[in-house]
């Protein structure tokens, strides 16, 4: 339980308001608001005159946070990672905490559309397709086609756009997946109580995104079993791409929020480990990739074969995992 959680708690024990504390402190109610909200933390002063109101000791109102999460890693000097690496740990401050977390909760529907465009783009050229085919068209095949493929064109360029745009802005915090944190008090509260608010709304995000991946598919399976007619598949094929992006969506939505939550505590995919082992891939990925290429250039223009060279590239990528994980065993060895 971090500070403003417990000014929270025992303001409520206590019976008061918050402009009944703000009197008791001689500040404004907005100050004690913002304490509570952890948007900003009390001066020392205010403190121990907190531990006087609510007859508690200033220790309990400050470390009770470490007391709470026992079992969590902390970033100092004395870090093994930053022992072996000679790194400091990169500060984040509670100002920075709450900047990136409103910066990521922001960007994250935009960039959930701007992907599920991607995947909605193709739906346009195949109604319009399907169309030109019935009797009596307005438009023939060839001009469906172009105007489809225009439209396309539009919607990647347009979602392309978004998300360059939104990734610029989110570079500005890329240090929180690559570098060893050293968040100051509170922040490590804050990201775990708007995590744990967040946490259902996840949940019912990928359970309906998976659910609609599956039942996408129930349309042309039902068109198969009845042999509908040729422009019946199209429209499905239609539909099944847009209950697609829907759940692509959600994936994109809950995904960029709950990693913003991780990052900030360095959990799941952004401990401190896997930090050091992906700065370690990086290097590997340097010297695998550009020699890839060169193999894939060297078979093709040798060979002649463009089409059929390009299943290096799948290879190439099963293969990597491969080497990530027998790299990864060697370091361990």
């Known amino acids: 339980m971090i500070l403003a959680d417990k000014i929270i708690k025992l303001r409520k024990q206590n019976g008061w308001s918050q402009e009944d504390l703000a009197m008791k402190l001689s500040v404004s109610r907005q100050s004690v608001s ?6 900003a ?6 403190i121990i005159r907190l531990g006087d109101i609510f007859s508690v000791s200033t220790d309990y109102l400050l470390k009770d946070e470490l007391e709470d999460n026992p079992g969590r890693q902390t970033n100092g000097p004395d870090h093994p990672f930053l022992e072996s690496e000679g790194q400091m740990p990169h500060p984040v401050s509670l100002e920075d905490a709450h900047a990136y977390l409103d910066l990521a909760h922001k960007s994250a529907p935009r960039l959930a559309v701007a992907v599920a465009s991607c995947v909605f783009s ?23 086609a172009g105007i489809g493929v225009t439209l396309l064109l539009l919607i990647i360029a347009a979602a392309v756009t978004v998300m360059i745009l939104l990734g610029s802005r989110l ?19 804050l990201a775990e109580s708007r995590r744990d608010r967040f946490e259902t709304a996840h ?17 042309l399976m039902l068109a198969a079993a009845f042999d509908a007619q040729d422009g019946t598949y199209i429209h499905l094929t239609a539909l099944l791409l847009c209950l697609v992006a829907v759940a692509v969506g959600l994936f994109v939505w809950s995904g960029i929020r709950y990693d913003a939550y991780q990052k ?10 896997k930090k050091r082992e992906n700065q370690k891939n990086e290097k590997l990925a340097s010297i695998y990739w550009p020699l890839v290429t060169a193999i894939y250039l060297g078979v093709s223009f040798l060979t002649g074969r463009w089409g059929i060279s390009w299943v290096i590239w799948p290879c190439a990528g099963v293969l990597y995992a491969a080497v990530i994980g027998i790299a990864a065993l060697l370091r361990r060895g």
């Open 34 to 39: 913002k304490w509570e909200s952890a948007a």
């Open 41 to 46: 933390v009390p001066d020392l002063n205010k």
């Open 122 to 144: 193709p739906v346009p050229l195949l109604l319009l397709l399907g169309r030109s085919e019935l009797a009596g068209a307005a438009l023939s095949e060839n001009q469906a």
């Open 171 to 189: 570079d500005k915090y890329a240090f929180l997946e690559k570098e060893v944190l050293a968040p100051q008090y509170g922040v490590a509260g």
């Open 203 to 219: 949940k019912l995000a990928i359970a309906l995104g998976v659910a609609l991946c599956i039942v996408s598919a129930v349309p």
């Open 264 to 273: 900030l505590l360095e959990e799941g995919d952004y401990t401190a480990q």
